[in-house]
């Protein structure tokens, strides 16, 4: 057991409204510890960088942007644009928001928890614990996990028309095994193990083995085994109610037709993503969440590593067991997910170690431009600032609408 862990489960206007650093605790005379002296070896985040990036987020279409970064004790805020367009009321990191597939390393976590507990295998295929589920015996656990199960992605049709798609969703309610029978309908994307294909299948089914072996909701395992243990006061599973607990952003979706009005998404039960994106959060309790689990208070040392067996996404970013791997532009790599949901683009990350965090939002969506924008939002934080000379490895691969939808080509 790793000292120290939490969860149940493992012990039984378009203005820059703030960039602030802010010490954990009031400064004082103190001289700094050993981890601050550690920290100064790693370059300061680029704020003034984090700035322009958020501003370029607006001038691309989105109506706010914001970025937290939590740094060895130290957090600084960043926050541009509104968080309501009828209002004009200003966006803020205090905000809450729709995290999407953000909600894939909270599900990963509880799972690979109950491998920690003796309560499943993951090489063992999923038909053992969900009998005659899945079309092919040799679908694992970990296939589920790292998105090479090849179990088609049932949002490629239901979001093939992005509004009209979302609409007819917006107030539906649907059980696990409805959307793992839409996936069914459509044969498998390959053979079980190999290439990585991303698929909210996968997560779904996740969501249906974290209930059946627990005998709870995934809303009752994720509040005991990670919101409650780390005291994540913004984050809630909601389904299927359509609106967001406090104070928080509303998100707005793109249409695919050009100039076409936003459309408020902000009300909608996510139902059609459950487990693989319904989670509700804020920038700092997403920082906390990542930073606790590089740091090795969720998950015991083996499951750690096994959660960091990468599996080529592409020539700069890895998956693993519902975690994401990026390498930035300065060598540096981090760790955590993304999340797309309609109205929200959301990066969340860490470093290797834990120790500095940072959680971006842009609250649109169906946006290419916005979504690659937001991005930077990483080499500002773990990279400092840009050297003189560009990069070698600085033309990373565009972004793509993989977390929903990720085989429909939009511009």
């Not at 970025?67 to 509104?82: H, Q």
């Not at 599973?237 to 928080?248: N, S, W």
Request: aromatic residues 8%; contains cysteine; glycine residues 8%.
């Amino acid at each position: 057991m790793v000292s120290g862990m939490v969860g149940r489960g493992t012990a039984v206007g378009a203005v820059l409204l703030s960039l602030l650093a802010v010490p954990a605790q009031a400064a004082s005379a103190q001289p700094p510890s050993a981890a601050q002296l550690a920290a100064t070896t790693d370059p300061a985040p680029d704020l003034a960088g984090l700035r322009a990036v958020l501003r370029d987020a607006l001038a691309k279409g989105a109506p706010g942007a914001m970025a937290r970064i939590d740094d060895n004790g130290t957090v600084y805020r960043a926050s541009e644009g509104v968080a309501d367009r009828a209002t004009g009321r200003a966006i803020s990191t205090q905000d809450r928001f729709r995290v999407g597939s953000v909600t894939k390393s909270f599900s990963s976590v509880v799972l690979l928890q109950l491998v920690g507990e003796g309560r499943l295998d993951l090489d063992t295929s999923v038909n053992t614990y969900l009998p005659g589920l899945l079309p092919d015996n040799r679908i694992t656990v970990r296939h589920l996990l790292s998105h090479r199960s090849g179990l088609y992605d049932y949002t490629n049709d239901m979001f093939d028309k992005t509004v009209p798609g979302f609409e007819s969703v917006r107030n539906k309610v649907f059980t696990l095994q409805e959307l793992v029978d839409l996936s069914l309908a459509k044969p498998l994307t390959g053979r079980p193990g190999t290439a990585y294909d991303y698929s909210n299948t996968n997560f779904v089914v996740v969501g249906q083995l974290i209930e059946k072996l627990t005998g709870h909701s995934v809303r009752t395992e994720y509040r005991n085994r990670i919101i409650e243990p780390l005291k994540l006061r913004d984050t809630f599973y909601v389904h299927p109610d359509t609106a967001l607990p406090g104070r928080y952003a509303k998100g707005y979706l793109r249409p695919d037709e050009a100039g076409a009005p936003l459309v408020d998404s902000t009300r909608q039960t996510v139902s059609w993503a459950q487990s693989a994106g319904a989670m509700i959060s804020s920038t700092r309790d997403l920082d906390t969440f990542f930073s606790a689990l590089l740091k090795g208070r969720l998950l015991p040392a083996t499951l750690l590593t096994q959660m960091q067996q990468w599996v080529p996404v592409n020539s700069t970013q890895g998956y693993g067991l519902g975690l994401r791997r990026r390498d930035l532009s300065c060598g540096v790599s981090v760790y955590g997910h993304t999340g797309t949901v309609q109205g929200y683009y959301t990066y969340s990350f860490t470093s290797k170690d834990g120790s500095r965090s940072i959680t971006a939002l842009a609250n649109t969506s169906n946006n290419s431009d916005v979504l690659g924008v937001m991005a930077r939002t990483l080499d500002a934080a773990f990279c400092g600032k840009p050297a003189a000379a560009p990069s070698a490895r600085s033309s990373a691969p565009a972004e793509r609408y993989e977390d929903v939808a990720p085989d429909v080509a939009r511009d």
